[in-house]
């Protein structure tokens, strides 16, 4: 998911960005590690927290005069749902725009399509659309209309195939039909064909991968009416850094489906302006308008929602949750699809033995971190993956804090006087990664009681990236969101080959998740991933510290919309109560 | 008086030139390219490869500054790599509101520091003279980024007298000219928007005119107490004139000559500043934009920025010089 | 006329002519003790001097270690739960439970190094461009006139690019840090101090006493050493002082755009304000002990710069 | 009773004594004199007399009866303890006038037709200066406006004073400036100082000055900025003036030249008192104080052999004692004797009066 424009460094780089949960595991999230926040209740379901804050009366004068203001860390980019990956982007295409499949929590759940079943195979898709669903140019929703979407993305030309445009659409189908070799998409498209009879619509795919079913809920996909796609058949994208077609920068020439129409576009004052859709085929939105402005600055959101200049805003500090409730502002906790992990680079004696790399496990106290510096709703992770996910497996391998410990096998291990390099990123916080500093600080501290000289690396974040894939830092901070509920978004992209990134060989690791990657049965694959996640922890890579979830504000005289672990909050809930 | 001013300009824009070869080279050497912003984290070594090719990073420096400036010649700055958005366009939205912080900032300074200047002056010695003078520099010596978050704090959010943030209240509904909120509102008579727009420029304009006001109190100070010892000033005292014409034709003109000058040069000395206030008021100027084409490495919006701040930079110089001329008879007859 | 007489009238014109001599003496000595009795001075030479004090004595009077997060524990950024002075921790903790009276004190010395260390490098190059600028142009003949010209349109725009390009770059080579707060800030200080010495030592070099000396043949460059030199120092060392408290206020302000990174190692206020921008609401006194260090100190170094100016300026002396 | 009555005027700048008990007066239609070397106070009596000096920091005009001014009693034989030092030059005067809690200790009486103009409050002054005394400064160069025209600078005299406006008030700028010789008035009034010579300037000081028909008009050195020549046409267009209009000229100079050109009656000055005044045929035919005999030895005579060497006076205006102990001429006087230092030298005679003890050896 790619970063929003981050004006300024405190600013949160992008939303936890689109992701859907692959719903497969029954209940929605198996019971999470049991550390959590200390003042929660035992059995506090770090996944879907429920909602306790009841059905307050509506006050509906207000919500049909005034907007509701959300501030937002970034501008969005594009008002074409396909040509965007950031998670500003998503926000504002989600409330305009639908997509086949939706996401409830972390469960698949019924979008535009009623209902769906796939093939032994995995690689048939049909979908049963829903009836009487027009887009907002009145155009009725049917599975060609579907079909021309699809086919629409496939045969993307010249600068839509490159990856800072169209990067979801890659990643999930592997290429186009023909791969423009100016873009540098090698990958074969595994995208067959578009079949529609009625409001019928099969999706036919070469192979299958567990990116589906729940790559279907991805904002990227949504559908938008046929006019609108022969509308801007004839726009360009000549090169990969020419500018985006004028189309989607205005208001008015893409409709969608979705509960409110777009209003306005103020670049210069940075405000997107969104009205009530009177014919949506769901719930119609409760508030008549929605803006969207944005706040680059955290403690600037803060202090516009506190002045009522704002009714609530996304990617609040954790310092500011606790002082927002203490003053009567409500700050829903969203439940947790995300991991930060300290990497050990076994290119870097003395990381490639096990017993090192288990001793500094040992001597990290995340749960201090988890407590002091996340929001509230984090807790420890124990393995390379959020709790909601398939394949989350209970008995992997754990590193409680014993200082104690960790300095004693050091000592075995012949590491008493380890002086080790420890990278960190500035100039950027993203949602698995609050304050990255104060983060580094903690863990310096613990590994300094323990004996280790650290040797702080400060990195911008522009060229963090490649320096640690590059393998040059031993230790290193890094996370990642998930996009949507697939365990190979986790586990695929760091441990299916040997990298330089983490520096070691382990055919055990890397076949265990292949097999899981390409089983289409279910509960096989549930089976598959868990032995995975036993199999990298055994390695310990590297020290798995935290799920966190991004806060999100709101005033007291607001009724929530339902928080999503993938930030996938729907605005239509949103309404102004007569206030308690 | 005109060629001299066009030498200088013609000098002007000759080491512009080389400044934008110069800068364009030296960000290119800066390590990460801006392909690592515009792709998550977990995007593929391959994927990044794709990009940098695509975006034609790879090319040796001399021919991407060619294709720079061929694009300049025909005034197509090229799209921001981060927004994918044209950078003229980008530009021209956030320019404005840099402008309209910046002239209220040295509206204030103005406005303030010249009368204080005189009263230093007039009081020379006084502890009239020292309170005003060191009251002036504690502007400067409180780091404005934290003056802003303090103002907020007190008049915006505990006493609620002014709004936090934004230009104008979210969702006002104005008719955009130049996009300068106040001067739009005032010449479309819709005076609701241009009061709207000064409550939100109050609180960011005082933060921002700490830096130009302490200037401009020290140099009104220096300059009045030069002229009020000049034997013109004795002889309009001679000629029995009101207090009021000795200080206003007398002195305060003779005074205004080094003022106008110093006044010309602190404008550009507001941009580092406009910058921090930007971030904290949510104004969305060119300060925030820069910002972030710098640490997002999106060279295209960075050179167009350079190339605006350069010409601005001129242009003060050159209105400065022809001020100069219109305020000092002297300068303009001679040359 | 007996001699008695006359001896009296010697000693009455004697006493007359000693009051008048108080007055002279060196450029100097005659501002030093003119700013003695100037207040801005003297308050300026106080906070310069316990500033300076506590810089020095800092580290060994500092009661914890600066960086050990010895209470750790009973500190809680998410809820804003820092202890605020008590007894064993006067100023109380920071946001990661290190004692934050101790920060202060060891923190002046860093402040005080990344307003010296800048400041220098400022100076040196600024001064040594300007020097070349100004001697080239005077003695250089038409080549000489054409290098100073060449020069000093590079100066002119360097003060056009903003501060802020500079820094993030110097950031992006070094990683932020405050080694890279320093250059930056004082490299930005260079075509200031450029400019300012070539504009007085151009002035000094129109002044008779260099027509003199060339008249009568001395070396030009023994003349721009030892007399043009020397003479338009005064107002550079005022400018210096006054660099001084803008390269605190430029360091805080760099950090707080996360370019000044502040390093495990050693506190230093502009970082500390800035790291503790964020809790400005609900813990203000994390940011408001700095904040008042490096306004405090930066009004010391501007209030005793303001003085040396005024008492070195030629147009105002005149008037004493 | 003359214009202008100046009794017992005294000048101080703090511990320093500028003027220390001038008298003398300026009858109707007269031009009188006042001599000395620079630095014997005669600019700061000008200056003292039209209320230009800047009053004490705090502000209250110096009481009419003033005490004597601060100078500590000198213990015979003992040492000088307030250091008193020579009252500072005209041209060092101007900056000290400014320094901090510098302004001057202005005592004593300038009877104007009939008023003490001393006395008066700062706005009544403001009311009469420019309308009832004028003054004309030394250095035309920088006593006038450079960045404001010229016919501007009349024109706002005549709107003080007069209530002219507009084209009426340009008209009567032009002629002014045709009164006092300049060419092509009209397109002068839009010019600036810069466009003129120093002759020119001084031209338009004295029509500024003469705007309103004042009845007194001070002229404080006005010929010594320039050359030669000019000097002749400016002291003839003053005599013109004063003839034409029968307005009192108090001639500030220490070119004895410029006296004998124009003035009717002397007074001779020296460290701040007046040591001889005559009407000016008496004075250059017998001059008594030693002081005046040196400054009429130094002018170089026509009527003398060419190789005749000059008597200069020896010393400067620095080797001085403070007149309380004696005649401060003292010093430098060739026929200094005890008296002269016993005590305080009074200022003898009637129409030729002069303060010096030895006098009568001299004559």
Redesign the interface.
């Known amino acids: 998911m790619r970063t929003s424009p981050t004006p300024i460094r405190r600013a949160l780089a992008a939303a936890a960005g689109a992701a859907m949960a692959l719903g497969l595991l029954a209940a929605c999230g198996s019971d999470g590690e049991s550390g959590g926040d200390a003042d929660t209740a035992e059995d506090f379901d770090f996944s879907c927290p429920e909602r306790t804050d009841g059905e307050p009366a509506a006050d509906a004068a207000r919500n049909d005069s005034q907007p509701f203001v959300f501030g937002t860390p970034g501008d969005p980019t594009s008002l074409d749902p396909i040509l965007a990956s950031d998670g500003e982007t998503f926000r504002v295409n989600r409330q305009v725009f639908d997509t086949l499949l939706d996401a409830d929590c972390t469960d698949t759940v019924p979008g535009l399509a009623e209902s769906y079943e796939q093939n032994e195979e995995g690689t048939e898709w049909t979908f049963h659309l829903r009836e009487g669903v027009t887009f907002h140019d009145g155009q009725a929703l049917d599975g060609a209309a579907v079909c021309k979407n699809f086919e629409r993305w496939a045969n993307f030309k010249a600068g839509y195939q490159s990856p800072n445009f169209t990067y979801y659409y890659s990643s999930v189908f592997g290429g186009f039909a023909e791969n423009d070799p100016a873009m540098g998409i090698e990958a074969e498209s595994i995208y067959k064909g578009c079949a529609a009879d009625g409001l019928d619509v099969t999706i036919s795919l070469s192979k299958y991968t567990s990116s589906f079913p729940g790559a279907f809920t991805l904002e990227s996909l949504s559908i938008i009416s046929p006019a609108s796609i022969d509308a801007v058949a004839d726009a360009a994208i000549p090169t990969a850094d020419s500018p985006l077609p004028e189309y989607t920068q205005t208001v008015g020439t893409l409709a969608g489906t979705g509960p409110y129409k777009l209003e306005s576009w103020d670049h210069s004052s940075q405000e997107v302006v969104l009205t009530r859709n009177d014919e949506y085929f769901g719930e119609p939105a409760k508030v008549k308008t929605v803006i969207f402005k944005t706040i680059s600055d955290e403690t600037a959101r803060r202090q516009a929602l506190e002045a009522g200049d704002i009714h609530g805003y996304d990617l609040a500090a954790p310092a500011d949750a606790q002082s927002l409730l203490d003053a009567g502002y409500q700050v829903p906790v969203r439940g947790v699809f995300n991991l930060l992990y300290l990497a050990y680079t076994q290119s870097h004696a003395p990381l490639e033995d096990h017993a090192v790399r288990e001793a500094l496990s040992y001597a990290i106290d995340r749960e201090r971190i988890v407590n002091s510096v996340l929001p509230a709703g984090g807790m420890v992770a124990t393995q390379f993956m959020p709790p909601s996910l398939e394949g989350y497996s209970e008995d992997v391998a754990t590193y409680d804090y014993d200082a104690e410990k960790a300095k004693q096998m050091l000592a075995d291990a012949g590491a008493e006087d380890l002086s080790i390099t420890f990278c960190y990123p500035t100039d950027v916080t993203r949602p698995y990664m609050p304050a990255p500093k104060d983060i580094f600080d903690m863990i310096s501290s613990d590994l300094q009681a323990a004996g280790v000289t650290v040797e702080a690396k400060p990195i911008t974040w522009v060229d963090y990236i490649p320096t640690t894939r590059s393998g040059e830092c031993p230790l290193y901070l890094l996370g990642w969101t998930g996009d949507f509920a697939d365990p190979y978004n986790f586990l695929g992209t760091w441990f299916a080959t040997e990298s330089t990134e983490w520096g070691f060989d382990n055919q055990e690791v890397f076949d265990a998740i292949a097999t899981a990657n390409t089983e289409p049965d279910q509960a096989t694959r549930v089976d598959l991933w868990k032995t995975a996640n036993e199999a990298v922890m055994e390695e310990l890579p590297g020290l798995p510290i935290s799920s966190s979830p991004p806060s999100i504000a709101f005033a007291p005289d607001v009724y929530p919309p339902d928080v999503s672990p993938l930030t996938r909050e729907d605005f239509s809930q949103v309404y102004f109560t007569t206030g308690s | 008086m005109l060629r001299y001013t066009v030498k200088r300009l013609l000098q002007l824009s000759v080491a512009l030139l080389g400044l934008s070869l110069l800068l364009f080279a030296w960000f290119k050497a800066l390590p990460g390219g801006p392909e690592n912003r515009l792709l998550p984290e977990n995007a593929t070594d391959q994927q990044r490869e794709a990009l940098r090719a695509a975006l034609g990073l790879d090319e040796p420096v001399w021919t991407q500054y060619g294709e720079f400036l061929a694009r300049i010649v025909r005034l197509d700055f090229g799209s921001s790599l981060s927004s994918g958005r044209p950078i003229a366009t980008e530009l021209a939205e956030r320019l404005p509101a840099t402008v309209e912080l910046s002239l209220a900032a040295m509206l204030i300074a103005v406005g303030l520091g010249i009368p204080l200047g005189y009263l230093a002056a007039k009081r020379r010695g006084t502890w009239v003279d020292f309170s005003t003078v060191s009251g002036s520099l504690l502007g400067t010596c409180i780091p404005i980024f934290f003056l802003a978050a303090m103002l907020k704090v007190v008049f915006a959010q505990e006493l609620g007298w002014l709004p936090t943030t934004f230009r104008l209240t979210a969702g006002a509904d104005f008719t955009e000219v130049t996009g300068l909120r106040v001067f739009d509102g005032l010449i479309t008579g819709e005076l609701d928007i241009a009061w709207d727009a000064v409550r939100h420029l109050i609180l960011p304009a005082i933060a921002l005119s700490s830096i130009p006001l302490a200037v401009i109190v020290r140099i009104t100070r220096a300059s009045v107490l030069d002229v009020v010892g000049e034997d013109y000033v004795r002889t309009a005292d001679a000629k029995g004139l009101k207090p009021a014409t000795v200080r206003g034709r007398h002195v305060m003109r003779n005074a205004m000559l080094p003022i106008a000058t110093i006044i010309g040069l602190l404008l550009g000395s507001l941009f580092a500043g406009a910058v921090l206030t930007e971030s904290v008021f949510a104004f969305g100027g060119i300060g925030s934009f820069v910002y972030q084409a710098t640490t997002e490495r999106d060279y295209p919006a960075l050179m167009g920025f350079i190339l605006v701040i350069a010409v601005f930079y001129v242009v003060i110089n050159l209105i400065v010089d022809l001020s100069y001329g219109l305020l000092d008879p002297r300068v303009r007859v001679r040359k | ?2 001699i008695a ?2 001896e ?2 010697d ?3 004697e ?6 001599d ?1 007055r002279t003496g060196s450029l100097w000595r005659q501002s030093i003790r003119r700013m003695r009795r100037s ?2 001075a003297i ?1 300026g030479a106080v906070i310069v001097g316990l500033f300076v004090l506590v810089a020095v004595v800092g580290p060994w009077v500092a009661p914890y270690d600066p ?3 010895t209470w ?2 009973e ?6 739960i820092f202890p605020g002075p008590r007894p064993e921790n006067w100023f109380g903790l920071d ?2 439970g290190r004692d934050m009276f101790s920060r202060m004190i060891v923190g002046a010395r860093q402040t005080l190094l990344v307003g010296v260390v800048a400041t220098f490098i400022g100076f040196i190059a600024g001064a040594f461009i300007g020097g070349i600028a100004a001697a080239a142009g005077t003695f250089g003949g038409r080549w000489g006139e054409r290098l100073e ?1 060449v020069i000093m ?2 100066v ?10 500079l820094a ?2 110097v ?3 070094l ?3 405050l080694r890279t707060v320093m250059i930056a800030v004082g490299v930005a200080q260079i075509p200031i101090f450029a400019r300012l010495l070539r504009g007085s030592m151009l002035a000094q070099a129109h002044s008779d006493y260099v027509l003199a000396a060339i008249a009568i043949g001395v070396p030009k460059g023994r003349i721009v050493v030892s007399h043009i030199l020397p003479n338009s120092l005064g107002p550079v060392i005022v400018q210096a002082t006054l660099v001084l ?2 390269a605190i ?1 430029e360091a ?2 760099l950090s ?4 000044g ?5 050693s506190a230093e206020w ?1 970082t500390m ?3 503790a ?6 813990a ?1 006194q994390l ?1 408001i002990y700095p ?1 008042i260090g ?3 100190t ?2 010391g170094f ?2 005793l710069g ?1 003085a040396m100016r005024e008492s070195l ?1 030629p ?2 002396r ?3 | 009773m003359a214009l202008l009555e100046v009794e017992d005027l005294r000048v101080a700048f703090g511990a320093s004594t500028a003027v220390d008990g001038v008298s003398f007066s300026v009858p109707e239609g007269k031009v009188v004199g006042l001599v000395g070397e620079s630095g014997c106070g005669k600019s700061v009596t000008s200056l003292a007399i039209m209320g230009l000096l800047p009053k004490r920091r705090n502000g209250r005009p110096a009481p009419v009866t003033a005490s004597r001014p601060v100078t500590v009693e000198a213990a015979d034989g003992g040492t000088v303890a307030a250091p008193t030092g020579p009252p500072p030059s005209a041209t060092a005067v101007a900056p000290v006038l400014r320094r901090r809690g510098s302004g001057a200790d202005v005592s004593g009486r300038a009877v104007f037709d009939g008023t003490d103009l001393l006395s008066l409050a700062p706005a009544a002054m403001r009311r009469r200066r420019g309308k009832d005394l004028a003054m004309v400064f030394q250095d035309p160069l920088s006593s006038l406006n450079p960045v404001v025209p010229i016919g501007r600078q009349i024109t706002e005299v005549l709107e003080r004073h007069r209530g002219l406006k507009g084209d009426k008030a340009s008209k009567e700028a032009a002629n002014l400036l045709d009164r006092v010789g300049i060419p092509d008035p009209t397109r002068r009034l839009k010019e600036y100082p810069h466009q003129l010579s120093g002759g020119m300037r001084q031209r338009v000081l004295i029509a500024i000055a003469v705007a309103c028909n004042p009845r007194l008009l001070i002229a404080d050195e006005p010929t010594t900025a320039l050359d030669v020549t000019i000097q002749a046409q400016i002291l003839e267009l003053l005599k013109d003036l004063v003839e034409a209009e029968g307005t009192a000229l108090l001639m500030i100079t220490h070119d004895l030249g410029v006296v004998a050109g124009i003035c009717d009656e002397v007074n001779v000055l020296y460290s701040g008192r007046v040591v001889e005044s005559a009407p000016v045929r008496e004075l250059f035919a017998a001059p008594t104080h030693p002081y005046t005999v040196g400054l009429l030895g130094s002018i170089p005579r026509l009527d003398l052999p060419i190789h005749e060497p000059l008597t200069p006076i020896r010393g400067s205006i620095a080797d001085v004692i403070r007149w309380h102990d004696g005649c401060a001429f003292a010093p430098r006087c060739d026929r200094v004797a005890a008296p002269c230092v016993a005590g305080e030298p009074a200022l003898v005679g009637a129409v030729h009066a002069h303060r010096c003890v030895m006098a009568e050896e001299v004559a």
């Open positions: 006329m007996t007489k006359i009296k009238l000693r009455l014109i006493a007359t002519a000693t009051a008048r108080a207040p801005m308050t960086t050990a997060q750790g524990r500190v809680f950024l998410n809820r804003n946001h990661l010209a349109r590079a002119d725009v360097a003060l056009a690019i903003p501060m802020l390009l993030l770059s950031a992006a080579l990683g932020p840090s408290a803008t206020i805080a302000a707080y755009l996360g370019l990174n502040p390093d495990p190692g502009g304000l800035a790291d921008q964020r809790f400005l609401s609900g203000p940011a904040a490096i306004i405090v930066a009004l501007t209030l303001e300026d147009r105002l005149r008037q004493e």
